[in-house]
């Protein structure tokens, strides 16, 4: 696993890959105020900075999968992309978030450094595509249905669409009803594609629709779980990051709290350095 792979560029500072110290991508999962966002990705910004972690904020200014219609979905994504663009000028980190349709890609992309597809949207050739040509990276989330080697037919629609800026995500696989698990061997098969691969250690420990209409979680298995990715030598963590996960608006109950970040990622570091060699 801690073989070199291609070295993926994210805006003008941040490089993922080539055996280089882990990339966090870390904020809330949706957009819920701008002074929330600016907070979270000032507080971030320090720790990474005295840690000297690189690091990308992630923040979605809509969340188009919730379990009811009646989920707070974020500002959409005029306002989103206003408030996104404010954290990239003010902190001067990349920004990444999410795209559902063809037609957001290329707006997204007058703002944001990197784009991200989601796990269930991984295999929609038309939103890869528009991704693709916008020539920016993209972070492919693999499916919860998929599995690892399956994500090469992902691969080669972005090779084919003259994009190798690619980033290959875990976040579980749907185990039974409600619940999602982790098989480590996934990040070295993934790894044989030749990109750099993210562990998203909170979205992995979901349970999706597990309270009816809303997902629950675990949040108790995020830092294990952290730990054993970085053990075999994922290139980046991604995580999603609250003030008070108990009161977020999305995916609250497998958060990070933010007061909680510093501790785990010196800890994180000291395996990274471990298995890497450094």
Not at 30 to 57: H, N, P, S, W
């Amino acid at each position: 696993m801690i073989d070199k792979v291609r070295v993926v560029k994210v805006g003008n500072k941040v490089e993922i890959g080539g055996n280089k110290r882990f990339a966090l991508i870390a904020g809330p999962c949706v957009i819920e105020t701008e002074e929330l966002v600016m907070e979270v990705a000032g507080k971030i910004k320090d720790i990474c900075d005295r840690l000297g972690i690189q690091y990308i904020f992630k923040a979605s200014f809509d969340k188009a999968n919730r379990s009811s219609i009646h989920s707070f979905r974020g500002p959409g994504l005029e306002k989103g992309l206003e408030i996104l663009k404010k954290v990239k000028e003010k902190y001067n980190v990349p920004v990444i978030t999410d795209v559902h349709e063809t037609w957001q890609c290329k707006k997204a992309a007058e703002v944001v450094d990197i784009l991200q597809i989601p796990a269930f949207l991984c295999r929609q050739t038309d939103l890869l595509l528009a991704a693709a040509e916008t020539g920016l990276p993209v972070n492919i989330k693999k499916g919860q249905f998929l599995a690892p080697w399956d994500m090469k037919n992902v691969v080669t629609k972005m090779e084919e669409s003259n994009n190798q800026n690619i980033l290959l995500c875990e976040r579980g696989s749907t185990f039974g009803y409600n619940n999602m698990v982790v098989d480590m061997r996934s990040f070295m098969e993934m790894r044989k594609f030749g990109y750099p691969i993210v562990f998203d250690v909170t979205h992995a420990v979901q349970r999706p629709g597990g309270l009816g209409t809303a997902t629950s979680g675990d949040r108790e298995y995020v830092f294990p779980l952290m730990r054993a990715g970085l053990a075999i030598g994922v290139d980046a963590i991604f995580a999603e990051v609250h003030p008070n996960p108990n009161e977020a608006k999305s995916d609250g109950p497998n958060m990070l709290f933010l007061n909680d970040l510093e501790e785990i990622l010196k800890v994180a570091i000291k395996i990274d350095d471990l298995v890497k060699e450094r």
